[in-house]
Nanobody, 125 residues
């Protein structure tokens, strides 16, 4: 099993940037495909970005392309989400997730087994 802990959330003005970090323990991240999801108040959990286990490929939701960047360091057991040009619509709790299996396209919350507790991102106008 792997345990995930997110950090880096906070309050930022529109146009600003944040870096979210997901730290893993219990097992090396190289076994897992990783993803970030977000959940705004009253809405379903939505896919943001994902990375293959070896870090060879990443994929982003259309609404974050060109603004967000996912990076992972399997040696450090961390996965980061660099978020630029933030908009009020990006306000949500952001979750890190992991799965040992790839089931294309691996963009549903149901595809992921392990979850962090989430970190709040609030973007003010």
């Amino acid at each position: 099993q792997v345990q995930l802990v997110e950090s880096g959330g906070g309050l930022v003005k529109a146009g600003g940037s944040l870096v979210l970090s997901c730290a893993a323990s219990g097992r090396t991240l190289s076994y897992y495909h990783m993803a970030w999801f977000r959940q705004a108040s009253g809405e379903d959990r939505a896919f943001v970005a994902r990375s293959s286990a070896n870090g060879g490929s990443t994929y982003y939701a259309d609404f974050v392309k060109g603004r967000f960047s996912l990076s992972r360091d399997n040696a450090k057991n961390t996965v980061d989400l660099q978020m630029n040009s933030l908009e009020p619509e990006d306000t949500a709790v952001y979750y890190c997730a992991a799965t040992p299996r790839f089931v294309s396209p691996n963009q549903s919350p149901n595809d992921y087994t392990y979850w962090g507790q989430g970190t709040q991102v609030t973007v003010s106008p």
